[in-house]
């Protein structure tokens, strides 16, 4: 574990402002372990798949757990670890790490910034949006929240992912370990208990390259996204969702993102 000042330093500087609008996810130092291993994986920040490594600061963090079938077992993080999971004589099947935030505050500097997040996220109109609850397009102001997961395979890796109570979350359909996936990988989109349909979800791959190749896809009328995967590479869902907010409680906007993690082998 590393704790340090620069690290905290450096994950106030990644969490501020302008950094507001990139992906949040879990990042494993291995997506496949061994049983009675430990799991590690870093918080990161960024955009395309590349992100800076956060440290954990309990004040941001509602839940920091790592879930293996009906257990939910709660990181013991102190302020400053990185990596923030740490999970020790991990027993054998599908770990599910789990991580949400606390809230988020951004002013978006320009009009024109908040208009292209909106735009690029598919939340809806901004002009529309604003103009319809009577407010302005200056220094619009949001409240964000994270909920991201991610799935580790310990030994055979078996087992399923689930709802795991988040506001919003995508859960796997499918085991990227154990299930054929020539089909693709299926996906559902939950917010606040319900399924979401119709909405877009963003789909970063990453190959044994490097290179990241980046798609759009839709949620169908139950919420679920089949997406294309290939093995070897490394993936990240996220979705976001907007929620209007009454400016007496600091912002015009809340925004909830949901992010998922895994490999394919």
Request: avoid cysteine; proline fraction near 5%.
């Amino acid at each position: 574990m590393m704790r340090s000042v620069f690290a905290l330093t450096l994950a106030a500087i990644s969490l501020g402002g302008k950094v507001a609008a990139h992906e949040l996810w879990i990042d494993p130092a291995a997506y496949r372990v061994d049983p009675g291993s430990t799991v590690e994986a870093q918080l990161r920040v960024g955009t395309e798949f590349q992100g800076v490594p956060q440290a954990y600061i309990p004040r941001r963090a509602v839940r920091l757990d790592v879930v293996t079938g009906d257990e939910v077992r709660p990181v013991d993080a102190r302020i400053g670890d990185m990596p923030a999971f740490s999970m020790a004589e991990m027993p054998e099947g599908l770990a599910v790490l789990v991580y949400e935030t606390t809230a988020f505050d951004l002013t978006w500097e320009t009009w024109e910034q908040f208009v292209s997040f909106v735009e690029h996220k598919d939340l809806g109109d901004a002009a529309t949006m604003q103009a319809e609850r009577g407010l302005d397009q200056i220094a619009v102001q949001e409240h964000y929240f994270r909920f991201a997961k991610s799935l580790v395979a310990v030994g055979d890796g078996a087992g399923e992912d689930r709802v795991m109570g988040l506001r919003t979350e995508l859960v796997a359909l499918a085991n990227p370990y154990t299930d054929d996936l020539s089909d693709g990988m299926p996906v559902q989109l939950w917010l606040d208990g319900a399924v979401r349909a119709n909405t877009q979800i963003e789909l970063f791959s990453q190959g044994p390259d490097g290179e990241v190749e980046i798609t759009l896809h839709r949620t169908d009328a139950v919420g679920i996204a089949v997406l294309p995967v290939e093995a070897g590479h490394e993936y990240l869902v996220d979705a976001v969702a907007i929620e209007a907010m009454d400016p007496a409680e600091g912002a015009e906007w809340r925004t909830l993102w949901a992010s998922l993690t895994f490999e394919v082998p």
